[in-house]
């Protein structure tokens, strides 16, 4: 199997590789996947006061398309709003990568991350507060 | 580094010589005349195109039963190993599916195998599958057990293609002799890597390939012993060659390229298993220096010199194949099969499937050289670190934090 250009350039340069602080209340953590199907994927992001996703890192074990779908969506979700965050498609991304089929279970999971990860964020926060950045 | 001529692009390291291997010049140089000037019938009984072909093709014949110690009469030629092994167990089991109906096998042999008797068990066959241990091999009294009134063969695989062990062969043979049992073995990756001897190995038929022994593809054989007689019903009928066994016009330059393969195996195998361990050795050892965490699939002495399966903890097989883009090796990684699943091999093992998830299987051979060793052990250390730096697992394991302790939603 042959991997696009993109691919290969998320996967050989893999923008926001790290870890933010999972106790910060400002960040939302998201841990998808399991090791023994062969990809897992650890989103994370930091939430601006306003709402606005001002960072965003990455962790993935997982094939080339997995580490590419996940680098790609942390340039995606900076500087959105978690709606529009929330809003990002696994087509978006498998067609962005020009994924083979064979790969959109590495699109989907990447969806699967950002959702965990404003699942995650907004637990933090208490829910009749919505909107406001709970300190 | 190779360069191919269409695009100048160098070419990765070919680290991978239990997929295949590429022909010797020798074998090329023997095969050439046949394609040409030597292009005659070998079953044209007529004329002197015909006898030239014959010649050689009986030539090679005897060149592949001598480096088993079989009679060049013992030898079918095929298209390869996975006919030879479709005609070795439908054969044997429809010749006699009137007196018996029970074949044995290994769940770690080779797809052509398995499927084969998945075949036979929709035709009525009854098989059994037997288990490998944690080091590949056959547990010899779960054979014995497994053996009944109604056992017709017996089929076990001489060396695995993914973790490269041995199973005991005369072991094995003495087991299936004492009981009346056909034994039948598929030694694609056997034959001209370690000593094979049909009769001290009490082998009934044994498969063997073209091009894992440098000789071309798209050619075979299959031993059947004549004394005491093995009879195989023909899966491929028409005008009666191979002694009814395998009709077809015989491929003389790939029957000729087979025999080369096998001539030149038998005289420099000594030689070769004892450069190949020392390199595979070295090269294993400058990984493990280099790398914490990294597990050899397979028993360790039971296996051929040119095979090292291991696991990356951590970091996923496909992944590491595609940062190593500069190696042509494979993986056991779920990824690189359609079906998504991690090898059945290494879960055979009872490798978790996390851990069959990060194997990659580097295959070393005829033509590997230090050099290249050397620069794919460092290659493997620094990219193998590089993923690690960004799998979560490997952040989570340097943490003390136990994988399993967490509830992962499977997928």
Redesign the interface.
Known sequence: MS?SDKV?DH?EN?RN?G?LNKDDTHVGTG????????????LQIQVSPEGIIEDAK???????S??ASSSLVTEWVKGKTLDEAAAIKNTHIAEHLALPP?KI?CSV?AEDAIKAAISDYKTKHNPSKDGEAAE | MNHSPANDQPRPIYLDYQATTPCDPRVVQAMLPYFTEKFGNPHSRNHMYGWEAEEAVEKARGQIGAIIGASDKEIVFTSGATESNNLAIKGVAQFYKGKKNHIVTVVTEHKCVLDTCRHLELEGFEITYLPVKQDGLVDLDQLKAALKDTTVLVSVMAVNNEIGVIQPMAEIGAICRSKGVFFHTDCAQAVGKIPLDVDAMNIDLMSISGHKIYGPKGVGALYVRRKPRVRVLAQINGGGQERGMRSGTLATPLCVGLGEACEIAKAEMADEAKRLTVMRDRFHKRVTDGLPEVFLNGHAQHRVPGNLNLSFA??????LM??VKELAVSSG???TS?S?E?SYVLRALGL???MA?TSLRIGIGRFTTEAELEFAADLLIERVTKLR???????MAQQGID?KS?Q????
Not at chain 2, 314 to 319: D, I, K, P, S, Y
Not at chain 2, 408 to 411: C, D, G
Request: hydrophobic share 50%; glycine share 10%.
């Open positions: 991997y290969i996967f893999p590789v870890s841990l998808v996947g399991a090791p023994a199907c062969g990809d897992v994927m650890r990455f962790k993935t074990f997982g094939c080339g997995a580490i064979v279970h999971l | 951590f970091v996923e097989g496909e992944g595609m940062a990684s779920a990824c359609a998504l991690p978790e499937a996390e998830h730096s960004f799998s979560p697992l490997w952040e994988i967490i992962w939603a499977e997928h």
